[in-house]
Structures are given as C-alpha cells and as structure tokens.
C-alpha cells in the first residue's frame, strides 16, 4: 500500500507561484499513474493535472501553459510546479497515486490512493 503526504502549500499573491511536493512511502512510483487533483471551497473535486509511468503529461485546460507535473524516481516524489497563479486556483490540492490511464484518473480515479491535501490560497 502506498502512502502520500502533499507539501508546499501556502499563501501567495496572484501571478505568484509555488511547487507542491508529493513524496510517496510504502511503493515506489514508478509504475503509478500520479495526479493533482483540487479542491476549491463549496465545488467539488477537480482533475488538475497527471503523469503516466512514461512521463507523459496531461493538464485540465485551467492549468495548461501555468503548471508543470514532474516525478523524481530516486526521490519517490512527484511534484506540482503553479506559476502566475490566480485567485480561482485557491483550494486543497490532493495527491493521488493508482494503477490506471489517464481516463481512468481524469473521470473516475476508483481504487486510487490519496493524500490528505496541501492548501493553496492565492489572494488578488
């Protein structure tokens, strides 16, 4: 069983940026789909962004051009690079890690392994 625990969020002005951190125990990633997924206040959760076991990338047209995922393999983290924020991307960012596609973790991500989330508030 994986284990995963967000870090660096916080408080940053709009067009700021800040990077999430998503370190993993338990599994190594490797073979993981990895995503963000988010959280805003009275909306329901939402797809941000994700990376394939091939590092290949996929973005919510919100985040496309602004945010970058990454994964570190020797560091069993993935990470969430946001720049030039908005206020509208304030919410609880969640990580999540599981054995599927990327239909699988954009729309219906049953199975998957979540962190406990990371908040990001991002003033005008």
């Known amino acids: 069983q994986v284990q995963l625990v967000e870090s660096g969020g916080g408080w940053v002005q709009a067009g700021g940026s800040l990077r999430l951190s998503c370190a993993a125990s338990?599994?190594?990633?490797?073979?993981?789909?990895m995503a963000w997924f988010r959280q805003a206040p009275g909306k329901e959760r939402e797809f941000v962004a994700a990376?394939?076991?091939?590092?290949?990338?996929y973005f919510a047209d919100s985040a496309k051009d602004r945010f970058t995922i990454s994964r570190d393999s020797a560091k069993n983290t993935v990470y969430l690079q946001m720049n030039s924020l908005k206020p509208e991307d304030t919410g609880i960012y969640y990580c999540?890690?599981?054995?599927?596609?990327?239909?699988?973790?954009?729309?219906?991500?049953?199975?998957?392994?979540w962190g406990q989330g990371t908040q990001v508030d991002v003033s005008s």
């Open positions: 338990g599994r190594t990633l490797w073979a993981y789909m």
């Open positions: 990376i394939g076991w091939s590092s290949g990338t």
């Open positions: 999540v890690a599981g054995v599927g596609g990327i239909d699988w973790v954009c729309y219906n991500p049953v199975g998957a392994t």
